[in-house]
C-alpha cells in the first residue's frame, strides 16, 4: 500500500492505495463517495467521469497514484446542500435519465461544457457527451436538460430556482 493525498470535493483527503488501484475505486472505497459509478472500466461508457484537475476525466481509465496531489469533483460537489446545481435541476426538472447510471458523468460532463461554452448548440452538446453513454433516454432529454441549464445559468441567480421561460 502506498499512501497519496487528494483534495476530493475541496476536502484534503490521505489515502493508502495498491499501486495498482483505480482512481474511480480509490473514490468509492477509500474516500467513500459512490456517487461515482464504476461501468465499463475501459473509459467507453463514462459513468465513473469526475472533474481532476479542472477537467473531466474518466477514473477508470487513471491509476489511483498518478492522481497524487490532484484536485478531484465527485458528482457529490453539485449541490450546495439541498440546493441543487442548475445542472442538476434542469435534468430533473426534464426527466432527463431513467436509470440514473449515466447520470453522475453526464451531469459533469453537462457542467464542464456549460463552463467553457456557456450558450452551445445541439451540435456542442452532442460532442460534449459523445463520451457518456445512456442506455435508456435516447440522449433527446438530456440535450433539452442541457439547454435548459444553459439558460438558467444565464438568468437565475443562485438563490432563485429556475423556471422555464
Not at 2 to 11: A, I, K, P, Y
Not at 81 to 87: A, S
Not at 148 to 160: L, M
Request: net charge negative; aromatic share 4%; charged share 20%.
Amino acid at each position: 500500500m502506498t499512501g497519496m493525498r487528494l483534495t476530493v470535493n475541496g476536502v484534503d483527503r490521505e489515502i493508502d492505495v495498491d499501486p495498482s488501484t483505480l482512481l474511480v475505486h480509490a473514490i468509492r472505497e477509500q474516500v467513500g463517495l459512490t456517487g461515482t459509478h464504476v461501468g465499463c472500466l475501459t473509459g467507453d461508457c463514462g459513468a465513473c467521469t469526475v472533474v481532476l484537475d479542472g477537467r473531466t476525466a474518466k477514473s477508470c481509465s487513471v491509476l489511483a497514484l498518478s492522481a497524487d496531489g490532484s484536485a478531484v469533483e465527485t458528482v457529490e460537489s453539485l449541490a450546495d446542500g439541498d440546493e441543487l446545481h442548475p445542472v442538476q435541476r434542469a435534468f430533473w426538472d426534464g426527466f432527463a435519465f431513467q436509470c440514473g447510471f449515466c447520470l453522475p458523468g453526464m451531469l459533469l460532463t453537462a457542467k464542464e461544457l456549460l463552463d467553457s461554452t456557456p450558450e452551445p448548440d445541439d451540435a456542442q452538446i452532442l460532442a460534449a457527451i459523445n463520451g457518456n453513454l445512456c442506455r435508456c433516454t435516447g440522449y433527446n432529454t438530456i440535450v433539452s436538460a442541457v439547454r435548459q441549464a444553459s439558460g438558467c445559468a444565464r438568468t437565475c441567480a443562485k438563490e432563485t430556482p429556475c423556471q422555464e421561460s
